[in-house]
């Protein structure tokens, strides 16, 4: 018997980080990324992910909807090697389209980086991401961005931040701002400054750093002595006020590491990533029905957490996004899907490089590959090769947006069904009944608008149904579990309406978080769920 596969299976695990940026659109993710890449070496020059976004629009068989809307709806995973590092960096859909996507990819994720514009602080959409990474107890390491240019008070942020998140923060580096501007990092964990060269080309290469030991006498001349004492006295006040470094709770998520920097000029990015490599965690134990998968576990087992539809009806295939939890994926490799117990082949599997599409060879825990799919896979979805491994499954989040789908055509109700059913199991949209209404009109859910302009274009283009849409006046959902006549009673009040999942779960809408937490106050012992039981 010989350990080398168990050998290359750690070697492999210990080397993997698998991410997320979480952030309000506009606070920098699309740069941040984009600088990922370039100190990663996968891309030399700054400025070509944009650029290369905005030509494939012009020239590529990109689905309509997407060139209609000039947006992404393709989300995908960005790939690259950083300091012996096999970086998964999975895209968050942020903008118009944020989607169910956005929040079924942060489970597929093992950590989260929280990017912070540094005038704005904690934002309604990180907030609704944060939630998420709370859920799961994700590590989270934060960046605060856009301090080229003057922001608020550092320690003002870092209180603001741990009263509306309820999350302990512990700077890492702290920004060193003189009358020349943001100049500068001091790294509190090594005791030194890192001092920023002048980037003369935007940010488009990587920038040059002078690091100084906190202590030297120099330094005094090299960021002036007031801007010294003033940091001096501000780290003073974080050492004994703030909360120290904890791996244990950074690693369940309650104490954040905190980095200042500007992803535009490139300052401060590079130390963020080093930490951020060294401490995040490396793919992580998943919940399976009666067991923990780990990623030692020699066996191959994943699960789909996103299904991308091409939109071109003449290529009606599909991509499976498959994250890795454990064992040693090799092109060509079978599996069985637990919910059929049918074996199944992974075929074409790829990676993303820069955006780029490249079949691959091998994977390992905490990787993500896209499979091609004839319509088999659903979002959700665990294979093994043993087929006994069944994850607990990614959570259905409460939708904000509400619609009664209509069609002019009465005769064709059956394929608007079947094209609702099916794309509710694809996790495109969340579809709900109200159960007294004979012949129920079915309500279609979804977290961002687009979802919804995706259905109907789907619907009319697969199913050859054109539907319409009546919007509801509701905002904020919740599952609702206890006693029926107390969800009945509960459903009487103001501003509210009942309706049923595809298993009968009940849940329960508001027109605004005012209806919302009155019915919280008056619920009794209901539970109110932000994601499907
Ligand atoms: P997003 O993906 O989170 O939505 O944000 P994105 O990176 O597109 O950045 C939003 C805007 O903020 C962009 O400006 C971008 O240049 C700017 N930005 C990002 N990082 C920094 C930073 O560190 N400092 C400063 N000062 N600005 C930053 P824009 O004018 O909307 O677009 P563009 O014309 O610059 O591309």
């Not at 989260?112 to 602080?121: E, F, I, K, P, S």
Request: hydrophobic residues 40%; negative net charge.
């Amino acid at each position: 018997m010989t350990d080398e596969p168990q050998e290359a299976l750690g070697e492999a695990i210990a080397r993997r980080r698998t991410f997320a940026i979480i952030s309000h659109p506009d606070a920098g993710k699309t740069t941040l990324t984009e600088k990922l890449l370039l100190y990663g070496g996968a891309i030399h020059l700054a400025g070509s992910v944009k650029a290369r976004r905005a030509a494939r629009h012009a020239t590529s068989d990109w689905m309509a909807l997407e060139r209609q809307r000039g947006i992404s709806v393709t989300s995908s995973v960005l790939q690259f090697a950083y300091r012996g590092y096999q970086v998964n960096l999975l895209d968050t859909p942020g903008h118009a389209d944020f989607s169910e996507d956005t929040y079924r990819t942060l489970v597929a994720a093992d950590s989260a980086v929280m990017l912070l514009d540094n005038r704005r602080g904690v934002e309604e959409r990180t907030r609704q991401l944060f939630d998420v990474c709370k859920m799961r107890r994700m590590p989270i390491f934060t960046f605060v961005n856009k301090c080229d240019r003057p922001g608020g008070n550092p320690l003002q942020l870092v209180s603001d931040v741990e009263a509306d998140l309820g999350l302990g923060i512990h700077p890492v580096t702290w920004p060193i701002v003189n009358a020349a501007g943001f100049i500068g990092v001091a790294d509190r964990r090594r005791r030194e400054v890192l001092l920023f060269g002048k980037s003369g080309d935007h940010g488009a290469t990587l920038v040059d750093t002078r690091c100084i030991p906190l202590d030297e006498a120099s330094l005094a001349d090299a960021i002036g002595a007031e801007t010294l004492h003033t940091l001096r006295d501000e780290l003073d006040l974080l050492d004994h006020a703030g909360h120290p470094w904890d791996e244990d709770a950074i690693r369940h998520g309650t104490l954040s590491p905190m980095f200042f920097g500007s992803a535009l000029t490139n300052f401060g990015v590079e130390p963020f990533l080093h930490d951020f490599l060294d401490h995040a965690p490396g793919p992580l134990p998943r919940p399976a029905e009666d067991r923990e998968v780990l990623p030692t576990d020699t066996e191959l087992t994943g699960f789909v957490f996103k299904i991308q539809a091409n939109m071109d009806p003449k290529h009606r295939d599909r991509i499976a996004f498959v994250r890795i939890c454990s064992g040693h994926f090799v092109a060509g490799a079978t599996a069985i899907l637990a919910r059929t117990g049918k074996s199944l082949r992974l075929v074409q599997p790829q990676q993303f490089l820069a955006r780029e599409r490249v079949a691959i060879e091998e994977a390992w825990p905490g990787d993500v590959i896209g499979v091609h799919d004839r319509g088999t896979l659903r979002v959700s979805d665990s294979l093994s090769t043993s087929g006994t491994v069944a994850f607990t499954g990614i959570p259905r989040f409460a939708p904000q947006f509400f619609a009664r789908i209509l069609t002019s055509d009465p005769l064709r109700r059956k394929h608007v069904d079947t094209g609702l059913r099916q794309l509710a199991e694809e996790g495109a949209v969340q579809v709900f009944y109200q159960d007294s209404v004979v012949g129920p009109i079915p309500i279609v859910g979804a977290v961002g608008m687009l979802q919804f302009d995706v259905l109907l274009f789907r619907l009319e283009n697969e199913y050859g149904v054109p539907c319409k849409l009546e919007p509801l006046p509701y905002k904020k959902a919740r599952w609702i579990r206890g006693p029926e006549d107390a969800i009945e009673a509960l459903t009487e009040g103001r501003a509210r309406m009942r309706l049923f999942d595809a298993k009968g779960g009940s849940i329960l809408l508001f027109e605004d978080e005012w209806a919302l937490r009155h019915a919280m106050e008056q619920s009794g012992k209901l539970e109110f769920l932000e994601a499907a039981p």
